[in-house]
């Protein structure tokens, strides 16, 4: 099956014994995209990754990774495809030089082909420097890094991170988010990445899924997400919120709630109506009016509403 | 599929080369075997090449390095979370397991025909007089062929109860008391039937018993490697990872 999309997945269901990791879970990841794939701990997100890799069974349901059937294609599928797992995988006993040769002959790569693709990955990490040191000896940062160039080695056209920059520093994680923005545009891979540092996916993601207890329970870009998931909001600066320009304001049939802050006034709104008549009421009302906007929830306010909330079902 | 494997195999040896703990528990579990096959020849003199007693070292040594690498295998990836990576390659499961048994038993084999070298060497050192010494072919080719045998069955057992150990340690200690078990209860039995037992071996010769040992150590040899074969599933070494 020649599709658009890389992965493809329709109710997967996995059990290990009384537990149910996955249940009914579906998702389908363009090509070239970056997607996010968002859930609290448990959620059934490494298990997705382990499922897709063929190296976990399913109990039901069907996948598609890259047009093959993980259950019977798992080595077409791993041919093509390049992972940073849970654990970085490094080899500390080994160099960084000698971890990335061992993963470049398991691919196959020649060796002037291999020589020369660990240095084009190397440089821009800043690791070539070091790369005969032992990879145990370094910090964790760079053993990220260095985890990252190994499942970039073969060039795959599917690249799955779970959890790429967790326990990481600020500054160690930006560098990986950098070098896999980088990426997304120089090597127009597809990057399925499980994570719940949302602000990260809000940078990344072209696309995210947020799953929980084993199923998707919201599809979409970034911002649609926050669109749809929040309720729309305005904030308005000023002074002179009065108790009975409050009262007004509530009175009116668009507005679902309004609290004021220290010095601006949050107004929640039934629908994306238009603001320029409860400014005017504002206004008539006493209140001297200096910034009006409208606010987004944050990706964070809207992955918690949406996995912490009531069933989905 | 044999590049694979030698891919798998250029990991462990370097694996095994760069790490300085199992290097020296390595070397230290050598020392004694090693230590059997210099000091007996000297004592024994010319009558070492046609004792049971190469047999008996290579077989010791064969136990000892097999038992101290191959527990490494799947649950020293797996205690240093490397396991998993190596599973998402596309490596063949085969290659995988084919690769960590084969460096176990290469290196224990090798080091049983080093033993036998160096003992025919010192045998001829401290026996020399009509000639050069060497082995009868009963004695030679049963220690390397019991050698080899001994190394694929500890390694085959080894793999199966390395695949299922958390821990390199438990890994140890369930390996070495699937081989304890099995000694104590022959030795109980030999105890309990010493005449009988006596009798039978009297019964035939040595050539005979080593011959029919080699082949019962063939036969469960190919019965652990089929099933091993058979049986290997990444997502069995997955769970619970």
């Known amino acids: 099956m020649r599709t658009q999309m890389a992965i493809q997945v329709q109710d997967l269901i996995c059990d290990f014994g009384a537990v149910r990791a996955l249940n009914g879970l579906s998702l389908q990841v363009p090509k070239g995209s970056v997607f996010g794939f968002l859930g609290p701990n448990g959620a059934g997100k490494t298990t997705t990754i382990r499922l897709l890799l063929g190296l976990l069974e399913p109990t039901a349901g069907r996948a598609q990774v890259l047009g093959f059937d993980p259950r019977h294609q798992a080595h077409e599928i791993r041919k093509r495809t390049g992972a940073l797992l849970e654990h970085t995988g490094i080899y500390e006993h080994l160099s960084a030089e000698d971890n990335l040769t061992f993963y470049g002959r398991v691919w196959r790569l020649p060796a002037a082909q291999m020589r020369a693709r660990i240095r084009e990955l190397l440089v821009p990490m800043g690791l070539w420097d070091r790369r005969k040191d032992l990879a145990g000896t370094w910090s964790r940062g760079m053993k990220q890094k260095l985890a990252l160039a190994r499942t970039l080695l073969h060039r795959p056209q599917l690249i799955l991170l779970d959890e790429p920059t967790a326990g990481l520093d600020a500054a160690a994680a930006a560098a990986i988010r950098h070098q896999l923005q980088a990426l997304a545009v120089r090597e127009q891979v597809t990057i399925l990445m499980a994570t719940h540092n949302l602000p990260e996916a809000e940078t990344l993601c072209h696309q995210v899924a947020v799953v929980r207890a084993g199923r998707v329970i919201a599809v979409g870009r970034p911002d649609q997400l926050r669109t749809q998931a929040s309720t729309p909001r305005v904030q308005v600066v000023g002074h002179g919120f009065t108790e009975q320009a409050l009262e007004l304001l509530r009175a009116r049939p668009e507005v679902t709630a309004a609290r004021r802050q220290n010095h601006h006034l949050d107004i929640d709104l039934r629908l994306e109506t238009d603001i320029a008549p409860l400014v005017q009421l504002l206004v008539s009302a006493g209140v001297q009016v200096e910034e009006v906007h409208r606010v987004r929830a944050s990706l964070e306010e809207v992955f918690l509403a949406l996995t912490q909330g009531g069933n989905h079902d | ?241």
């Open chain 2, 1 to 241: 599929m044999i590049n694979d494997i030698l891919t798998v195999m250029w990991k462990e040896t370097r694996s095994l080369v760069r790490n300085r703990s199992m290097r020296s528990r390595f070397l230290f579990t050598l020392l004694s075997p090693l230590l059997f096959a210099l000091l007996f020849p000297w004592k024994m003199g010319a009558d070492w090449v046609d004792s049971p007693m190469p047999l008996m070292v290579c077989a010791l040594i064969s136990l000892a390095t097999v038992a101290m690498l191959v527990p490494d295998t799947f649950a020293g990836e797996r205690e240093r979370h490397t396991l998993e990576t190596l599973l998402a390659s596309r490596l063949p499961d085969r290659a995988i397991l084919l690769g960590k048994l084969a460096v176990s038993i290469t290196l224990a084999w090798g080091l049983s025909m080093l033993a036998l070298i160096l003992s025919l060497g010192t045998t001829n050192v401290f026996a020399w007089g009509s000639g050069l010494i060497l082995y009868t072919p009963a004695t030679g080719l049963g220690s390397l062929a019991l050698s080899l045998l001994l190394a694929v069955l500890t390694a085959g057992i080894g793999v199966l109860v390395s695949q299922r150990a958390a821990t390199v340690q438990q890994a140890t200690q369930t390996l070495v008391a699937t081989f304890m078990f099995p000694a104590v209860l022959l030795q109980f039995a030999f105890l309990l039937f010493n005449e009988q037992v006596s009798g039978l071996i009297r019964g035939i010769n040595g050539q005979q018993v080593l011959l029919i040992g080699l082949a019962v150590l063939a036969a469960i040899d190919g019965v652990l490697l089929t099933l091993m074969l058979l049986r290997f599933r990444r997502s069995r070494l997955v769970v619970g990872l």
